[in-house]
T-cell receptor
Framework: EPEVTQTPSHQVTQMGQEVILRCVPISNHLYFYWYRQILGQKVEFLVSFYNNEISEKSEIFDDQFSVERPDGSNFTLKIRSTKLEDSAMYFC???????????FGPGTRLTVT | AQSVAQPEDQVNVAEGNPLTVKCTYSVSGNPYLFWYVQYPNRGLQFLLKYITGDNLVKGSYGFEAEFNKSQTSFHLKKPSALVSDSALYFCAVRDHNAGNMLTFGGGTRLMVKP
């Protein structure tokens, strides 16, 4: 069964550093998403991406965040200058045309020290 | 704005007994509703959805959920719980007039005891 994959599973970085989280969505899906979950809190929407552009973003997704689909398979989330409060589990998801459910990857745990 | 409430942090049931995990929602338009399950060190796994039509929807692993518009609820149910059902369950809503963004509840930990 096709799955969304994410790398790395755990990333530790120092405050102020740039990080790139990587995702490979399900191959025939057209909609891509990033969500995050700070420890002990709800899963929160960050951004959705369709047809090579951002279609929605939340208030969390400020100028320090960016997304890119650099090739036909990868979907990345970049955080330019990490802050302590960016420490969270980041989930990538994808969905297909005509399908309502989103399929999630296993997550990348980001720890900012 | 859309929101989801899962009023129970944890639900405990004995194996073989029926289980219910509660969810209520708030959206301005018509809701699309979803249940996801998370096992340790795994991502969110889709269980079932309500989009339109029959209020009782069936999903994976014998789970079902009932959409109740008047009570704005979408409770997850299973007639006979298994120990392997023990996991974290998330309810999510999407307003069909407001893009694809999912809003999640806080999650309910289901513990099924032998």
């Amino acid at each position: 069964e096709p799955e969304v994959t994410q790398t790395p599973s755990h990333q530790v970085t120092q405050m102020g550093q740039e990080v790139i989280l990587r995702c490979v969505p399900i191959s025939n899906h057209l909609y891509f998403y990033w969500y995050r979950q700070i420890l002990g809190q709800k899963v929160e929407f960050l951004v959705s991406f369709y047809n090579n552009e951002i279609s929605e973003k939340s208030e969390i997704f400020d100028d320090q965040f960016s997304v890119e689909r650099p090739d036909g398979s990868n979907f990345t989330l970049k955080i330019r200058s990490t802050k302590l409060e960016d420490s969270a589990m980041y989930f990538c998801a994808s969905s297909g045309e005509g399908y309502y459910e989103q399929y999630f990857g296993p997550g990348t745990r980001l720890t900012v020290t | 704005a859309q929101s989801v409430a899962q009023p129970e942090d944890q639900v405990n049931v004995a194996e073989g007994n029926p289980l219910t995990v509660k969810c209520t929602y708030s959206v301005s338009g018509n809701p699309y509703l979803f249940w996801y399950v998370q096992y340790p060190n795994r991502g969110l796994q889709f269980l079932l959805k309500y989009i339109t039509g029959d209020n009782l929807v069936k999903g994976s692993y014998g789970f079902e959920a009932e959409f109740n518009k008047s009570q704005t609820s979408f409770h997850l149910k299973k007639p006979s719980a298994l120990v392997s059902d023990s996991a974290l369950y998330f309810c999510a809503v999407r307003d069909h007039n407001a893009g694809n963004m999912l809003t999640f509840g806080g999650g309910t930990r289901l513990m099924v005891k032998p």
